[in-house]
């Protein structure tokens, strides 16, 4: 078993940055080898991918915030994190840390609200 813990998350002012971490449990070896991601929703909407990385360090984004969010992660520490710049209020959900293993399955972390409002 696998548990992800997200933090960072909070109220900030339209065009601000958070930077979401995410902590992964168990051992570095597995965390290093499968993908990383963060999701979103939004009240009354489908989750969402947002970020991906792999354990190379290859990373992918969803159009809606390519350029303005930066996927990254410590293997040695077993974090992953997401830096947000020029948030807006369509930003607005609640983010989820996720753990791919392919066909053991994946993990998901409880989730952090981030609300962009003035």
């Known amino acids: 078993q696998v548990q992800l813990v997200e933090s960072g998350g909070g109220l900030v002012q339209p065009g601000g940055s958070l930077r979401l971490s995410c902590a992964a449990s168990?051992?570095?070896?597995?965390?290093?080898?499968?993908?990383m991601g963060w999701y979103r929703q939004a009240p009354g909407k489908q989750r969402e991918f947002i970020a991906a990385?792999?354990?190379?360090?290859?990373?992918n984004y969803a159009d809606s915030v390519k350029g303005r969010f930066t996927i990254s992660r410590d293997n040695a520490k077993k974090m992953v994190y997401l830096q947000m710049n020029s948030l807006k209020p369509e930003d607005t959900a609640v983010y989820y840390c996720?753990?791919?293993?392919?066909?053991?399955?994946?993990?998901w972390g409880q989730g952090t609200q981030v609300t962009v409002s003035s």
């Open positions: 996720h753990q791919d293993q392919g066909p053991r399955g994946d993990y």
């Open positions: 168990g051992s570095i070896f597995i965390f290093g080898t499968y993908v």
């Open positions: 990385i792999t354990s190379g360090g290859s990373t």
